[in-house]
């Protein structure tokens, strides 16, 4: 099938060509997409990525869209999927305003997670960061602010059931382990890497406007905002549980934008 998945971690489709810089399947090649897509001109009629264009830096990121259009077919798509830099930005400032006014457990701990949010992705050292942190503690007074931001990946971490044998013991370990289990990516396979090529961190941020500034600056026509159930794809139904779960976005706090190849 001529559709395309870049970075696709554990979320892809077996019949679409799906490339990542760690396999968690057969179906997904191995590659660092930092050195350009590995296929040829003109070659997808759907080109698509999910919150893989913030890891890189913004003058990569501009490299890594042209690549995109390189091995965009003429009059297909692409589809991008990026944390929402407006939405983020402004949840922190209604977050500040809210804890300004009347401080209490919940203002103060929807601040200091709207901060964390904003920030953390950028300066992280360690796997899971604070985020996961957070996640960590036993009593979280705003679960329904962190669901509604980061969808199930919070509510898996809490549930999640470590392997019975040697399971991690320390808080760390365990934050790595959940990471690990999520990205697919084994002890060795980490051991060998280094923590900024993992992919963790963010190096740059969009919103609308700029995104579409940049998408329109690089070839791409016909760009709009999407939600995730449509698409110029036909036959996007199909597939949309890249985007969707259930009846809502799979990472909520999403950018989901959409431009043709003329």
Not at 50 to 55: F, G, K, W, Y
């Amino acid at each position: 099938m001529k559709y395309l998945n870049l970075g696709c971690g554990g979320t892809f489709h077996k019949d679409w060509v799906n490339i990542d810089y760690a396999s968690v399947s057969p179906f997904v090649k191995i590659h660092d997409l930092s050195k350009g897509i590995p296929c040829d001109d003109n070659s997808f009629k759907l080109v698509y990525h999910s919150h893989i264009l913030e890891h890189f830096n913004q003058i990569d990121g501009i490299q890594f869209l042209k690549e995109c259009y390189r091995v965009t077919e003429y009059d297909g798509v692409i589809r991008i999927v990026i944390p929402d830099l407006k939405e983020t930005v402004d949840e922190y400032v209604e977050a500040y305003k809210n804890v300004k006014e009347n401080k209490n457990d919940l203002t103060r701990a929807n601040y200091e997670w709207a901060v964390i949010e904003l920030i953390d992705q950028f300066v992280r050292e360690e796997s899971g960061g604070e985020m996961l942190r957070y996640w960590a503690k036993e009593n979280i007074v705003n679960t329904e602010k962190l669901e509604s931001r980061v969808g199930s990946v919070f509510y898996n971490f809490k549930n999640y059931k470590f392997p019975e044998i040697n399971p991690p013991k320390g808080f760390f370990e365990k934050l790595k382990a959940f990471f690990l289990a999520k990205t697919g990516i084994s002890w060795e396979q980490y051991q060998t890497m280094k923590f900024y090529d993992v992919g963790e961190r963010h190096k740059w941020m969009y919103d609308d406007f700029s995104l579409t500034e940049l998408l329109k600056e690089i070839g791409y026509t016909n760009i709009t905002v999407r939600d995730g159930k449509t698409s110029y794809v036909e036959d996007w139904k199909a597939y949309m549980s890249l985007d969707v779960e259930g009846e809502n976005i799979r990472i909520p706090n999403s950018l989901i934008i959409e431009g043709i190849k003329k």
